[in-house]
T-cell receptor, first 111, second 115 residues
């Protein structure tokens, strides 16, 4: 079945770049998303990319998609302490509205 | 900025009791969803709802679950007879467009604890 995998934890120093990786199995994935969850809060949509794109940039965020390897990454430039949160990768196929989520990557930004 | 809201933020109930979780989606959105996240596990899709009917549901969404849009603003999830394993964070989401460019916006969640 469909599956999305992420590494569980990433620690970076403030000001460095963070790269969070995600792999997925569904070759029909058409839409891929990154959500951020801060403690006690809901899932905040950060950015998304469609499968016909390789890259999308949005201010400090860069999403890279390697469709051949089914690999998605989120790069956060100049990481700040406020970026500390759990980041979820999610995918959706063309024939369904349900999002399939990864386990989330906990990003810790050290001062 | 418009947002999805959910009430209550926390609910504690006894096993076998009925609970209703409430959501107010973003006002011009037409598609509505429920997801849940059991502690330590992935966020899982439960159900999607469009045009006053269920458009898709997962295996989790059995006869104990139901959804309703009782008026123009609320979207509810009812669990008829709660089980211990229903303890989870329940997220409501909504989106404005189907298909291309469909992005789901999530509420803050309701943490349900079944004792």
């Amino acid at each position: 079945g469909e599956d999305v995998e992420q590494s569980l934890f990433l620690s970076v120093r403030e000001g460095d770049s963070s790269v969070i990786n995600c792999t997925y199995t569904d070759s029909s994935s058409t839409y891929l998303y990154w959500y951020k969850q801060e403690p006690g809060a809901g899932l905040q949509l950060l950015t998304y990319i469609f499968s016909n794109m390789d890259m999308k940039q949005d201010q400090r965020l860069t999403v890279l998609l390697n469709k051949k390897d089914k690999h998605l990454s989120l790069r956060i430039a100049d990481t700040q302490t406020g970026d500390s949160a759990i980041y979820f990768c999610a995918e959706r196929g063309d024939s369904s509205y349900k999002l399939i989520f990864g386990s989330g990557t906990r990003l810790l930004v050290r001062p | 900025e418009p947002e999805v809201t959910q009430t209550p933020s926390h609910q504690v109930t006894q096993m076998g009791q009925e609970v209703i979780l409430r959501c107010v989606p973003i006002s011009n959105h037409l598609y509505f969803y429920w997801y849940r996240q059991i502690l330590g596990q992935k966020v899982e899709f439960l159900v999607s709802f469009y045009n006053n009917e269920i458009s898709e549901k997962s295996e989790i969404f059995d006869d104990q679950f139901s959804v309703e849009r009782p008026d123009g603003s609320n979207f509810t999830l009812k669990i008829r007879s709660t089980k211990l394993e229903d303890s989870a964070m329940y997220f409501c989401a909504s989106s404005d467009l189907g298909g291309f460019r469909e992005t789901q916006y999530f509420g803050p969640g309701t943490r349900l604890l079944v004792l």
